[in-house]
């Protein structure tokens, strides 16, 4: 019951490649994160994870079988991505748009079913905009956004759930808001794979991080063994300070060190 893949390359155009021999496991429970820099194929890498783009090389697996076994209603019965950005071209109200995550499961030339509402109004009460039902999408603020296409995504009923991006753009509440959120959906059986630029959200909500640069894998495991100040530089080409509270927790702050650090060289 697992998410992988195996040796992926890929490439948009010849001689331009974009993923370069990826490997990865995600379990159900495991919340991923995916660091690296702009450019470094972690958008491209959940394109391919979701059945997007087929590899050009290796090959994605889920539960066992090829990825591109399944039919894409299959697919998404399974998987779930939220998008960075979203656009909606219509203001519908929060419901209605929610209830678009129940799509795999309507058959052709009907409606939802009284079920589908019933995941939808789920998922509206898990992550907490229920009394925003009846508003438009399209006047929420972008963090009340995220949470919506969350429960899009949870009404949609995937075992796997992809973020590209999901505390970008956010206050430091939102971002708790919605990593909050994520913890407790992986805790309740499900695999998590975000793409981040921020290692400390990494080392504070994930089980496990991928840490990519010019679309290969530099290292994976559990961020205490994959994210430091050294592997940050190498990844980001800037240096990294590395900062504890009493409690232990770690923070990485990146370019020149902290002031006190630098008047007392």
Not at 173 to 199: E, K, T
């Amino acid at each position: 019951m697992s998410l992988e893949a195996h040796g992926l390359w890929f490439g948009y155009t010849p001689g331009q490649t974009v993923l370069r021999g990826i490997n990865l496991r995600v379990d159900p429970e495991c919340v991923l994160f995916i660091l690296g820099p702009n450019g470094c194929g972690k958008s491209t890498f959940l394109a391919c994870l979701h059945g997007a783009l087929t590899p050009d090389r290796g090959n994605v697996r889920l539960e066992g079988h090829l990825l591109s076994q399944f039919s894409s209603r299959e697919r998404a019965k399974r998987i779930a991505f939220v998008p960075q950005i979203h656009e909606p071209v219509f203001a519908y109200d929060v419901e209605e748009f929610v209830l678009m995550g129940r799509t795999p499961y309507v058959r052709w030339f009907s409606g939802p079913s009284p079920a589908d509402r019933a995941y939808t109004r789920e998922a509206l009460s898990v992550v907490g905009v229920s009394p925003s039902a009846n508003r438009p999408y399209t006047t929420l603020s972008g963090g009340e956004q995220r949470l919506v296409l969350l429960a899009r995504a949870l009404a949609q009923g995937g075992r796997y759930l992809l973020l590209d991006e999901p505390d970008a753009h956010l206050d430091p509440g939102h971002q708790h808001q919605v990593l909050s959120l994520v913890d407790r959906i992986a805790a309740d059986g499900r695999g998590v794979i975000i793409s981040s630029h921020n290692p400390n959200n990494a080392c504070a909500y994930g089980t496990h991080t991928l840490l990519m640069r010019d679309g290969a894998a530099l290292n994976w495991g559990a961020p205490e063994k994959v994210v430091s100040a050294m592997s940050l530089e190498q990844a980001y080409g800037v240096p990294f300070t590395e900062v504890r509270d009493e409690a232990g927790r770690r923070a990485f702050l990146p370019g020149r060190p902290p002031v006190a650090a630098r008047r007392s060289g």
